[in-house]
């Protein structure tokens, strides 16, 4: 997929086409290696909250308790 560089105010930026699925205010991290740039989704810290993970422990199944202690 071919984009142009384009003017955006002082700076420049891509306009990403909408088939990609994109959603505006999605955050991404930006990497140049060499003459390539890479785009990386920033992921929201996953115990950030602690509140989301009250009862988490009691909803494991036995059987899910079991597989998490099994040696490979």
Do not use: C
Request: charged content about 30%; cysteine-free.
């Amino acid at each position: 997929m071919e984009v142009k560089i384009r003017q955006m105010g002082h700076d420049v930026g891509v306009v990403l086409p909408a088939a990609l699925g994109l959603t505006v205010g999605d955050r991404y991290e930006l990497h140049q290696m060499d003459d390539t740039l890479v785009l990386t989704p920033v992921h929201q810290e996953l115990f950030a909250n602690p509140a989301d993970w009250v009862g988490f422990r009691d909803s494991i199944s036995q059987e899910d308790q079991e597989w998490d202690r099994f040696e490979d």
